[in-house]
């Protein structure tokens, strides 16, 4: 079992940044491939960034690519997004998730432990 808690959201303005941190408590975290994804009020979750458990893969959304940075820290089973560049249309709750595997996956339903999301609100 894993939990996961996520912090760091959020208002801030178009063009600034934000870094989400996402603690996690549980077994095997450094062999696990973790996933950050977001809500948008009306709209389906959809992938933000993966990462694999050494760090050294990471996928990004084209939506997001150039923009963020997914990073973890194994010894303080931390992962961490960073955000710059913000846009009034990355408004919207923030998961991260972990997998039972260690392969990095953009599918939401390959995740089996999810946080209770943080709150990114960016003005225009």
């Known amino acids: 079992q894993v939990q996961l808690v996520e912090s760091g959201g959020g208002l801030a303005q178009a063009g600034g940044s934000l870094r989400l941190s996402c603690a996690a408590s549980?077994?095997?975290?450094?062999?696990?491939?973790l996933g950050w994804f977001r809500q948008a009020p009306g709209k389906e979750r959809e992938f933000v960034s993966t990462i694999s458990p050494s760090g050294g893969t990471k996928y990004y959304a084209d939506s997001v690519k150039g923009r963020c940075t997914i990073s973890r820290d194994n010894a303080k089973r931390t992962v961490y997004l960073q955000v710059d560049s913000l846009k009034p249309e990355d408004t919207a709750v923030y998961f991260c998730?972990?997998?039972?595997?260690?392969?990095?996956?953009?599918?939401?339903?390959?995740?089996?432990?999810w946080g209770q999301g943080t709150q990114v609100t960016v003005s225009s």
């Open positions: 549980g077994r095997a975290f450094s062999s696990r491939a």
């Open positions: 998730a972990a997998r039972d595997y260690s392969l990095t996956s953009a599918r939401p339903t390959e995740y089996a432990y």
